[in-house]
């Protein structure tokens, strides 16, 4: 530990290693991560154990913030993620938890903000010693800058943002100032949740339920209309996350597959699969036709009964996997597809016989059987049958999962089965 002067106190004395970012959410992130691991955007090819930290505090100012670290934590945070209570009633704390973490943010991104925008250097230098002699117990001009939190949930599917969003808003955590010449404020965001501290204006304007006073009571629903901050926030999530695919994506998949069972268990698993379905959304409406009744086929697939939990969460990746590798096929192999397919329907209904066709990508071996059985069991067990064909013939060094369609246009409203070998 080096000896330096606490940038709380001002004292010289000597500095602890103070994390920037919590310390609990750094350990909420590693735990529910699907590789183990954290990923730093400012060196995003190194794994970390930990979150970022620097000396700045003394061990007395260490203290102090760990108390409304706690607070938050036990009171808020993990009850949040352990039960998804996101009403509570608060006291100060509160406040002073989110004073600590926008001020934090403040002093490690000051030098950045004033090189690029010096009129605002005025309005930050008097929010910092406002807000660090409110910290130290020594005034209490605090009252005049707003504090907000804010819960985040799963987007509607409806609603166009860019790749990586969903990932960013709910695995990420990240903290700035914000702002331009004629506005800022800080910004810092958890994994579900962001705080907002105001700087100059000191108002926000279209912020409901989200403002915290000196004790209240978190309410839901929660709603911004604020275009700015819309705009910085789906540009910080477009930055980060381009950066941390473009440097690391090889290393996590490595990780990955050192352990998939630790990813099938995590949250990034359970976030990644809305995050593809997101995407999707984006390239359904120019497949053709055929390819794209099958992606549909696919996302809507019921999970099988009496699979345990394990075998659900393979089935589901499995199910990404094969969506994916037909969505993202290059033209003229997704123009084959639906030739096949639409020849296949054309010749059974016609011939009034049974038809079938097959096709491949680097990811799948597919096929689609035209089935015209009586029964959904007759249906089934057909589907079973040209499996195990399909597998017979399938070399064993051959990892690709095979996905097969049964189409029986005598069983509507329900005429598809779907059988997977993963």
């Keep these: 530990m080096a000896v330096g002067k606490c940038a709380l106190c001002n004292q010289v004395k000597e500095l602890q290693m103070s994390h920037i970012i919590p310390n609990f959410v750094g350990k909420y992130l590693k735990a529910t991560s699907g590789t183990g691991y954290l990923v730093d955007i400012v060196n995003p090819n190194t794994r970390r154990q930990d979150s970022h930290k620097i000396p700045l505090l003394c061990e007395d100012c260490e203290g102090l913030f760990s108390r409304y670290e706690s607070y938050f934590a036990e009171g808020v945070f993990h009850p949040f993620f352990k039960n998804g209570i996101s009403t509570f009633d608060y006291d100060d704390n509160l406040k002073k938890f989110i004073i600590s973490l926008s001020w934090r943010i403040l002093k490690v991104s000051y030098d950045d903000f004033i090189r690029d925008y010096p009129k605002m250097q005025s309005y930050i230098d008097k929010a910092e010693e406002d807000w660090r002699e409110y910290l130290l117990g020594i005034s209490n001009k605090i009252n005049i800058y707003e504090n907000h939190l804010m819960f985040l949930d799963y987007i509607d599917k409806n609603v166009t943002l860019p790749d990586g969003f969903q990932w960013y808003s709910l695995r990420a955590a990240d903290g700035s100032l914000v702002g331009n010449n004629d506005h800022v404020y800080t910004c810092i965001k958890f994994p579900w949740m962001f705080f907002v501290t105001t700087i100059h204006p000191r108002k926000k304007n279209g912020w409901n339920n989200t403002k915290i006073e000196d004790v209240g009571k978190i309410l839901s629903p929660q709603i911004i209309d ?4 819309g705009d910085f926030y789906v540009q910080r999530a477009v930055m980060v996350m381009s950066i941390l695919r ?17 990813f099938l268990s995590s949250k990034s698993f359970e976030v990644s699969l809305i995050e593809s379905k997101r995407k999707r959304e984006k390239v359904k409406p120019s497949l053709p036709n055929g390819v794209r009744e099958l992606v549909e086929i696919i996302e809507r697939s019921l999970e099988p009964v009496g699979l345990d939990e394990d075998k659900k969460k393979l089935i589901s990746y499995a199910q990404r996997s094969i969506a994916d590798s037909l969505t993202y096929v290059e033209k003229p ?14 010749l059974s209904g016609s011939t009034k016989k049974n038809t079938q066709c097959y096709f491949e990508t680097n990811e799948i071996i597919s096929g689609l059987l035209v089935d015209l059985s009586e029964s959904k069991q007759e249906q089934q067990e057909k589907l079973k049958e040209e499996l195990e064909i399909v597998l017979k013939g399938k070399k064993p060094e051959d990892n690709r999962i095979v996905v097969l369609f049964s189409f029986n246009p005598k069983l509507m409203p329900m005429p598809y089965e779907t059988l997977y070998y993963i």
């Design 226 to 229: 604020d275009v700015g901050f």
């Design 246 to 262: 473009d440097a690391s994506a090889d290393r996590v998949i490595r990780d990955i597959s050192k352990n998939p069972d630790r």
């Design 333 to 346: 192999i997704l123009e084959d597809i639906d030739k096949k397919i639409l020849h296949a329907l054309t």
